[in-house]
């Protein structure tokens, strides 16, 4: 099993986590040269990350993510194990949700 961060998933085709599902040979190359120094060699990392990026930039076929300054999550309260962490590392809510239940007993209680 290759050991992958999240920095690299989310230019790679393969991955859900590619937002653009972005598929690109040079990409995929250097997506491929820095996966053996993943937890090994950072600087390695980041620096075959920084060779890339301005022509992942360049090819950009949607725009690129900014910030937006306020984001409200809201949620039931019989929703439970539910804390909304979607966004530590990757947009990725499906992940969370799959260890979340309701409490009916709770939803009933208040009239739903």
């Known amino acids: 099993m290759t050991e992958k961060s999240d920095a690299t998933d989310s230019y790679n ?3 859900r986590a590619g937002f653009g599902y972005f598929q690109d040979p040079k990409v995929d190359a250097a997506y491929n040269a820095l996966l053996p120094y993943v937890g090994k060699n950072a600087d390695k990392v980041w ?3 920084k060779d890339i990026l301005p022509y992942m ?4 076929p949607m725009g690129i993510y900014m910030p937006v300054p ?5 949620w039931w309260p019989w929703l439970k194990n539910f804390y909304y962490a979607t966004s530590i590392g990757h947009w990725s809510p499906e992940d969370n ?3 979340s239940w309701i409490d009916q007993d709770l939803k009933i209680s208040v009239g739903h």
């Open 13 to 15: 085709d393969s991955r």
């Open 97 to 99: 949700l799959k260890y």
């Open 57 to 60: 930039i360049a090819q950009c």
């Open 47 to 49: 620096q075959i990350q």
């Open 70 to 74: 306020f984001i409200y999550d809201m």
